[in-house]
Every structure is written in structure tokens, then in C-alpha cells.
């Protein structure tokens, strides 16, 4: 008896053991099912998803311990493709579901209410469409959902209502539409509630009134309507509360800050609220962020708001603050308590008085202080320079007089300064230039006087750079030509003079360039042509002379206004076809000749050509005369103008005669003169350093070659840092070692390079030494300015680096863009702007060096080639007789098969430059082996592992790891890799180069700015 029990019981074991693994093979059918519905480019991530695992090991795969069901999915990151699969329903034992930061698109299938065991559901940042599913209702254990960033239409479906256990519910970044249901009441466990960024409307449901276990609830930026809703009044343990970017309307209670008194973040922006500031809001002592801008508040600003010790963040701008009188702004003074505080932006109200010097103590953590558009006077307080960490000040739009502070030098971190439209005078300060890190510089509408200075050219950042309608006088400085950031230019209205600089043409991302309304004569540059950004030119009001120049390139081109100038010659035919043109004036000249009467000249409100008398034809709106077609009778005017021209034709003839011959003599003579020199090659190369230096005086400035004085070593040579006592400066020395094989043509190579050449990022050679030392050898050497910041490769690879030599920091992302922007700003000069075209050579970061504001300079030139004079045969000679291709990992494949040295060389060396600054990994390191390389480890990482090979010191400084930063990181990368190209013609241009970087940077602003808010 006791037998066929036990045989029954291992008989119904058997049977139980069978359910389960048809049951297992239920959850690996719905998992393989699900792999088949991604997209086929991305199902490598999952290609532990076959028969030969076990279900239980497979990727984002966890099983419960007795069943071995699968009771979690997290395929989070993954940037999984294609569609979600229905088949999903099925896995009917999951707890935990983790689709997010993915790319799937279709609609959440509505299987995914079979899930009846599920807690967490999160399919955030994806591109999910449709509308939430009913059926969610269904998965009444959930605790968390998640569908945060999609694009979901609809409604918020009532049923949602019945997920009582629910905890935290972000519907956020969708297209949602309609009320909110009055049934989210009943989620009387919900903690966190975020519904921002949807196109929801209506009042808001006294119902929520019962979620009194809220702490975070977002709202922001939808179209509820109606007054702040009374029910958040009873949330009472709320930390953070943002409603901004709605239509809330009506008056804050005066208790507020006793009702919310835990909140640690309140935005209430962008709303029509109306009203005082509750006095009150001062009580809640744990505030850090307080955003009420943009509304229609009176009254003042409570004084009270000094006791927020920990407040960071105040933003009040643009409502109706103040009474336009003294004392508006005497919670300024309270305000120096607050230490933390990091951003404050009061401007666009009604404040008026003198400005405090107490706002010279608001606290040294400030970044962000805003008090535009007030009516505030007196002058900026005198110690506004204490206020060190300064990123953005703006006064614009006041009463504000004086003079610059000398004290606003000390505010290095400062990107951007307005002080427009105010009353200030005096002269532009040199120390402008001290702030490298300006990005936008807005001085205009005020009474400066004297000249434009000359430091500015060293904010290398500057985009914005607006001066207009002051009294400034003297030329234009062609320093700030070299700005090549530039962006928009404005210096109408003052009282300049002089020609305009033909280096204009150098700023080729310049959008928008205003010197209206000055005292400029001379030709406008041709070189103008080369400003392939521009879209609004305004010259007018000077006394330019000459023809128009040649702008045909300029196609991006919508404004244009040369009126009120001496031009002569005739109206460029190719203006009709500028087919985004909107306005040109060319009115008040000496044009003459035919009006063309295609494009934008077939209207007359759009182009203006009245009072040049020479002008004829065009439209008949015009009212010009008739152009002369000729014929076989001819006036004597007619036939007087013809002599004239025979007359001038006849002199001009004869002086090109005398040019041709004066130009055989040049020739000549130079041939006889390079003969001369060809035997003293050295000698004719370093003519052109004005200054000499002895080997003597090299030997001392280094106390006799000390090592304790060496800076670095390359194949040439030794570096090192010299103070030279007659100036007491210190510089660089590059003393060469003779004895190396080219260490002559290198030193002969560097000078030849560098005696013409002129640019910020290059190291400046100041003179060269060509003598013999004491005990009878050749001696060469060759002396640099000193930069104080080393080599960029110290920077980069810090574990690498002696202690005593070692940066005290990382460079962060942006200071490591700038510097790839220098170093191709740099090559593009080289390539394009030289008077003859230089291959560097040897590009890599040990050649980079930086000076004291981080600010890239591109050093050693001894392997690089004029192109113009290139000879294929003496390049050969010098890489067989030194071993010398440039630096292995990062010269061109070209060269290494013989391959003559080009631009394209540089551009593959920059590119191999720009994976290893961003990556952190020299190509060079032992990770790389055989075909795999620096190159092919980025593009293969670089569609959806960014930030896994992103050198992680750059994300430091609290730089949010986010989609901007991602996308920023991702973009640089690219144009490292459309560098590294293997074939030459391939390969991005430098200019090309540069101006997708620094659209890179334009990008990583914006999102930051946007990030701040």
C-alpha cells in the first residue's frame, strides 16, 4: 500500500515538473517573440536570447528562486528599436518591467494588462504613440508607472483611478489632452505626480485634495485654467511643487508658507497670478528654489526673504514689482544672508533707487544676477568684483552712470555682461580682455567715449559683441576681426573712422555685421564675400566708395544696406537672384547703369535706389528714366563720353605697359637674391627675427641646461624655461640636438614656417639662436612665449604625469570643446589664409600647449611643409633620413605609403586629436590591437554607448548627465570620426571642422541656458 502511495506522489511531482517547464517555455516563446519585434540592427544587444542559454542568464533577465518564472525585465538604456510585442501579456509572473531611455515607437500594447502581478512598469523616453491603455487598470498591484517622454495622445484615462497602490504615476513630455480625471483622487498612496509638458486643460479637481501624501506634484507647462488650485493647500508634506507655463490666475493666500511649509522647490512662472508675495513664504525655512516670474504681482519685495538660508535659486522677473521709488530695493540688503544663493533675476519690474552697494556682498556662489529693465540709477557699487563667481550680469535697460568699476576685472567666470541702454560713460576698459570667457557683450545705447579696445580679441568666445550708438572714435581694430566666434557684430552709430578691416572676411560664422552710421571710407572689402553666414549687412550712413563688392556667396543673405555712401559703378545683376533677400537699399550713392528688374527688384517696397542719378530702368514704380540702347545717330554728349573713354584707355594702357615692365625687374631681382642667399640658407631664414639671442644668454636664462628648468622633450630636441633678465620675461627655449640626423631641417623647417605667420593659437616664435657653443659645436635653438599650462597631453592623461607637473584638475567638457575649437581655427589658418599653405605635420597633444586661460596654441613645426614650395624628393629624404612620419597613432595612412604631405594629413591627425581628447584613450594604448583602433572603438560605442566611452573625468562639475550632454558628446565624436576618414577626399575640411564644432558649443549653451530655467 505504502508503494503505490509514494509512487503516486512522485507521479504527481513528475506531473507538477511538467507544468512548470511548459510554463518556462511560455516565458521563453514570449521573450523570443518580443526579441523578434526589435528593430534587426539592434537585436546584438539581446544575442543572449537563444536556446542555448538558459532562460534565467539571458540579458536583463531575472527569475523567481522557486519557479524560476521570470519575475523581472530590465532592458533599460538599451536603445532598443522596433515595436513592444504583445506577446509581453504573457509573462505572467513579472513583478518589474524596465523599458526606458529606448527608441521603441507603436503603441504600449494592451496585453500589458495581463501583467497582473506587475509593481513597476517604466517605458519612459521612448516614441511610444497612441493613448494610455485602459487595460493598465488591470495591473492593480502597481506601485510605479512610467511613461515619462513619449509621444501619447488622449486623454488620462479615468480607470487610471482605480490603481490605489500607485506611489508614483509621470505621464510628463507627452501630447495628453483633455481635464484632468477627478478619479486621480482616489490614489491616496501617490507620492510623486507629474503630468508637465502636455496640452491639458481646465481647473484643477477639488478631489486631489485627498493625495495628502504628495511631495511632488508637476503640473508645469500645460493650460489649466482657473485660480491656484485650493486643493495643494492641503498638502502639507509637499517638497516640491511646480505649476509654471499655465493660465492659474487670482491671489496667493497670505498663510501659504504655513500651509507648504516643507517645500524645498516652488515654481509658479509663466501664470497670471496676481496679487502680493505672501509674507509668509519666508517661513518655509527649507526653500532652495523659488521661481514666481512672469506673472502680475505689485507690491514689494518681502525683506523677509533673507531668512532662506538655504534659498539657491530666485527668479521674480517680469511681473509689476515696485513703485518706480527709493527704498524698492532695500531687500537686496537682506539678501546677503542668503549664502547659497546662486541665481537672481529681478529685472522687468518697477524698481527704482540707487542700486546698494550691499549687492556687492550677495553671495560669492552667485552665477546669475538679473536686474534689467528697472529704474534703478546711480552707479554699479565699486566692489561688484567680489561677487567672483559670476557667470551672467545684466543691468540693462536702467538709469544706470559711471563708469566701468576697475573691480568687474576680477570676473573671470563672467560669460555674459548687458549693460545696455543706460547711461554710462567713460572709456571702454582694456580689461575687457581679462574676461576670456565672454560669450555675449552688450554695451550699446550708453556714452562711451575714446576708442574700441584692442585686449578684446583675446575673449577667443565672444559670439555677440554689440557697442552700437555710443560715442566711440579712431579705426576699427582688425584684433577684433580675429574674434572668429563672432557671431553678430553691431558698432553703428558712434564716430568711427577709417577703412574697415579686410580681415572681416575672416569670420565666416559672422550672421549679422552693423557699422551704419559712422565715418568709415574707403572700398568695403571683397573679402566680405567670405562671410558665408550672413544674413544682415548694414553699412550705411559712412562714406564708402567704390563698387559694391562682390557678396554673390552671400545666399543666406536677408538684409543688406548700403545707402548714404559715395558708391559708384553699377548694381550687381546676381541681387535678383539672392532668393532670401527681403530688403536691400542702396539709395543716396553714385550708382549708375541699368536697375536689373528680376527677383527681389520687382518690388518697390523692398528695395530702395532713389537719388543716384546715373541709375536707369528698372520697374516702372521706380520712376527712372529710360536706359540709352544706342543706334546709328549719336548725340554730341554721347560722342564726348566716347572720347573720354578712348582718352582712358590710352593712359591705362600705358601704365600697365610700365607695370609689365616694373614687374620683370621685381622678378629679376629676387631671382639674384635668392642665388645670394641659396649657399646661407639659415641666414636668409632667420633675417627675419629682428632679435637675436647668444648661446651664452641661453645658457644662463636655463642656469647652464638645469634640469630642474626642463619642460618637455620631442625628437628634435629638449625644452626648456628660461627667464631672460634683459626683459625679465620668461619664455621657452627648444635648444635642437645637433647630433640627431634632420635636426638641421627641422630647426630650418620651424623658422621658415614661422617667420610670416600670425595667429593667436600659435605658439609665438619670438627669435632663434644660431650659434656655436663653448666648446666649439653648432648650436640652434629656438625661443617661444612661455606657456604656463604645459601640454595639452598632460591634461589628458594627468596618471602619466609627475606630481610636481601634474594639473590640479580634469578639463571639463566645454574647456576641452573650446580647445578643439582653437586647434582647428588654427589649421584652417594655416591651410586656407597663409600666404602660402602649411601642412603641420605632426599634430597631437603634446603639441598643443596651453596658456593661462586654457586658451590652445599649436607648437612645433619642425616637420612642417610649405605646399607651395613643396618638393616631393626633399620631403622623402628627410622621412628615410630620420625615421620621421610624424608621431605613429596619429599621422595619415597616406603617408605611411609614401603619399606627399597635404592639408588632408593635418585633418586626420585632428580627428585621431579629437577622439582621444573626448575618449581619454591615446591611440597609441595597449586596448587597441590589430584592426582595432581608436577609430573603430568610437563608431562602434557611438550609437547608443556614448557615455561609455566618454572620458569620465569630463562629466564632473556637476554637469548633468542628460540628452544634452549626450547629444553634444555624440556630435564632437562625429566630426572625429568624419576626420579619421581613410580615404583623403573624404575627410571634413578644417573650416568645416571648425564651424560644426562651434555650432556644438552654440548647442551646449542653449541647453544649458534651457536647463537652468
Known amino acids: 500500500m505504502r508503494l503505490i502511495v509514494l509512487l503516486a506522489f512522485f507521479s504527481d511531482l513528475m506531473l507538477l515538473d511538467e507544468a512548470y517547464r511548459f510554463r518556462d517555455e511560455i516565458d521563453m516563446m514570449a521573450l523570443l517573440e518580443f526579441k523578434y519585434h526589435v528593430s534587426e540592427e539592434k537585436r546584438v544587444v539581446l544575442s543572449s536570447w537563444n536556446n542555448s542559454n538558459s532562460l534565467c542568464k539571458w540579458n536583463g533577465v531575472t527569475c523567481g528562486r522557486k519557479h524560476k518564472r521570470v519575475t523581472a525585465l530590465d532592458l533599460g538604456g538599451l536603445q532598443l528599436g522596433g515595436v513592444i510585442s504583445p506577446s509581453i501579456g504573457n509573462l505572467s509572473f513579472l513583478i518589474s518591467l524596465n523599458l526606458s531611455d529606448n527608441s521603441f515607437s507603436g503603441i504600449i500594447p494592451q496585453e500589458v494588462g495581463n501583467l497582473f502581478r506587475l509593481k513597476h512598469l517604466d517605458m519612459s523616453f521612448n516614441f511610444l504613440g497612441g493613448g494610455i491603455q485602459v487595460s493598465l487598470s488591470n495591473c492593480s498591484r502597481l506601485q510605479g508607472l512610467d511613461l515619462f517622454s513619449n509621444h501619447l495622445g488622449e486623454g488620462v484615462p479615468s480607470e487610471l483611478g482605480s490603481l490605489t497602490k500607485l506611489v508614483f504615476l509621470y505621464l510628463g513630455r507627452n501630447k495628453l489632452e483633455g481635464k484632468l480625471p477627478a478619479s486621480l483622487g482616489n490614489l491616496t498612496s501617490l507620492r510623486s505626480l507629474t503630468i508637465a509638458r502636455n496640452n491639458m486643460k481646465g481647473e484643477i479637481s477639488e478631489d486631489i485634495a485627498r493625495l495628502t501624501h504628495m511631495v511632488e506634484l508637476n503640473l508645469g507647462v500645460n493650460n489649466f485654467v482657473g485660480v491656484f488650485p485650493p486643493a495643494i493647500y492641503n498638502f502639507s508634506s509637499l517638497e516640491y511643487l ?295 549687412l548694414l553699412m550705411q550712413g559712412n562714406y564708402f566708395d567704390g563698387a559694391i563688392p562682390d557678396i554673390r556667396r552671400l545666399k543666406a543673405v536677408n538684409r543688406v544696406d548700403f545707402s548714404n555712401n559715395n558708391l559708384s559703378g553699377s548694381i550687381p545683376a546676381y541681387l535678383a537672384n539672392f532668393s532670401s533677400l527681403e530688403y536691400l537699399n542702396l539709395s543716396v550713392n553714385n550708382l549708375e547703369g541699368s536697375v536689373p528688374t528680376e527677383g527681389i527688384f520687382q518690388n518697390v517696397t523692398t528695395v530702395s535706389v532713389f537719388v543716384n542719378k546715373n541709375l536707369c530702368g528698372g520697374i516702372k514704380e521706380l520712376k527712372l528714366n529710360p536706359c540709352f540702347t544706342g543706334g546709328p545717330l549719336m548725340g554730341s554728349k554721347h560722342s564726348s563720353h566716347l572720347k573720354k573713354v578712348a582718352i582712358e584707355v590710352s593712359i591705362g594702357m600705358g601704365l600697365l605697359l610700365l607695370f609689365f615692365i616694373a614687374l620683370l625687374s621685381l622678378r629679376w631681382f629676387r631671382k639674384t637674391k635668392k642665388n645670394q642667399q641659396s649657399n646661407n640658407p639659415s641666414t636668409s631664414t632667420l633675417d627675419v627675427f629682428h632679435e637675436h639671442i647668444t648661446y651664452g644668454e641661453i645658457r644662463n636664462a636655463t642656469d647652464g641646461f638645469s634640469s630642474s628648468n626642463m619642460v618637455g622633450s620631442g625628437s628634435f630636441g629638449t625644452v626648456y624655461k628660461a627667464l631672460l633678465p634683459a626683459e625679465n620675461k620668461i619664455v621657452a627655449v627648444k635648444v635642437l640636438n645637433m647630433q640627431r640626423r634632420g635636426a638641421m631641417r627641422s630647426f630650418m623647417s620651424e623658422c621658415e614656417s614661422l617667420k610670416d605667420i600670425k595667429h593667436r593659437n600659435l605658439v609665438k616664435l619670438l627669435t632663434a639662436c644660431s650659434s656655436i657653443d663653448f666648446q666649439g659645436n653648432e648650436f640652434r635653438a629656438l625661443i617661444y612665449e612661455f606657456m604656463p599650462n604645459g601640454s595639452l597631453d598632460n591634461w589628458l592623461h594627468t596618471e602619466e604625469v609627475e606630481e610636481i607637473h601634474r594639473p590640479s584638475r580634469t578639463l571639463t567638457f566645454l574647456e576641452r570643446l573650446n580647445i578643439a575649437i582653437d586647434v582647428a581655427s588654427v589649421l584652417d589658418y594655416l591651410h586656407f589664409h597663409c600666404h602660402e599653405p602649411i601642412a603641420h605635420c605632426d599634430l597631437k597633444p603634446s603639441n598643443v600647449l596651453l596658456d593661462d586661460d586654457l586658451t590652445a596654441h599649436v607648437s612645433d613645426f619642425g616637420l612642417s611643409q610649405l605646399l607651395l614650395k613643396f618638393d616631393q624628393e626633399s620631403f622623402l629624404s628627410q622621412l628615410s633620413s630620420t625615421d620621421v612620419r610624424g608621431t605613429v597613432g596619429y599621422v595619415a595612412p597616406e603617408y605611411g605609403m609614401g603619399g606627399q604631405p597635404s592639408t588632408h594629413g593635418d585633418v586626420y591627425s585632428f580627428g585621431v586629436l579629437l577622439l582621444e581628447m573626448f575618449t581619454g584613450k591615446r591611440p597609441t594604448s595597449e586596448f587597441f590591437e590589430g584592426n582595432f583602433t581608436l577609430y573603430s572603438y568610437t563608431k562602434l560605442a557611438l550609437a547608443e554607448r556614448v557615455l561609455d566611452i566618454a572620458d569620465k573625468s569630463i562629466l564632473h562639475s556637476g554637469l548633468r548627465v542628460g540628452f544634452p550632454i549626450v547629444a553634444c558628446l555624440t556630435l564632437v565624436l562625429e566630426v572625429g570620426l568624419r576626420c579619421c576618414e581613410e580615404s583623403p577626399a573624404n575627410r571634413l575640411a578644417t573650416n568645416e571642422a571648425a564651424k560644426e564644432l562651434i555650432s556644438i558649443r552654440e548647442r551646449f549653451f542653449k541647453a544649458r541656458r534651457t536647463a537652468r530655467r
Not at 323 to 337: H, W
Not at 497 to 513: H, N, R, S
Open 242 to 536: 511646480y505649476i509654471s507655463g499655465n493660465h492659474f490666475s487670482g491671489s496667493l493666500r497670505t498663510d501659504f508658507g504655513k500651509l507648504l511649509p516643507n517645500l524645498q522647490e516652488l515654481n509658479m512662472g509663466g501664470n497670471s497670478l496676481t496679487g502680493v508675495i505672501p509674507t509668509t513664504l519666508s517661513n518655509i525655512s527649507t526653500l532652495q528654489k523659488l521661481g514666481i516670474d512672469d506673472n502680475n504681482l505689485i507690491g514689494s519685495i518681502p525683506p523677509s526673504f533673507g531668512k532662506l538660508r538655504n534659498l539657491q535659486l530666485l527668479l521674480i522677473q517680469s511681473n509689476s514689482l515696485g513703485s518706480y521709488s527709493v527704498g524698492d530695493l532695500e531687500f537686496m540688503v537682506a539678501l546677503t544672508n542668503c549664502t547659497k544663493l546662486e541665481t537672481l533675476e529681478i529685472g522687468h519690474n518697477r524698481l527704482g533707487g540707487e542700486l546698494p552697494t550691499a549687492t556687492a556682498n550677495l553671495s560669492t556662489n552667485l552665477y546669475h544676477l538679473d536686474l534689467g529693465k528697472n529704474f534703478i540709477y546711480g552707479s554699479i557699487p565699486y566692489d561688484i568684483g567680489n561677487l567672483i563667481s559670476l557667470r551672467s550680469l545684466g543691468l540693462q535697460e536702467n538709469m544706470l552712470t559711471g563708469a566701468f568699476p576697475t573691480s568687474l576685472s576680477k570676473l573671470f567666470n563672467l560669460e555674459g555682461l548687458n549693460l545696455m541702454s543706460n547711461k554710462f560713460s567713460g572709456e571702454l576698459p582694456s580689461f575687457l580682455g581679462n574676461l576670456t570667457r565672454l560669450d555675449i557683450l552688450y554695451l550699446h545705447n550708453n556714452n562711451f567715449e575714446g576708442t574700441i579696445p584692442l585686449s578684446l580679441s583675446n575673449c577667443t568666445s565672444l559670439r555677440e559683441l554689440y557697442i552700437k550708438s555710443n560715442k566711440l572714435v579712431g579705426t576699427i581694430p582688425w584684433e577684433i576681426m580675429q574674434i572668429q566666434s563672432l557671431v553678430n557684430l553691431d558698432l553703428s552709430g558712434n564716430f568711427l573712422t577709417g577703412f574697415l578691416p579686410i580681415d572681416v572676411g575672416k569670420l565666416e560664422y559672422l550672421v549679422q555685421l552693423s557699422v551704419g552710421h559712422n565715418k568709415l571710407s574707403g572700398q568695403i572689402p571683397h573679402a566680405l564675400g567670405n562671410c558665408l553666414s550672413m544674413e544682415i
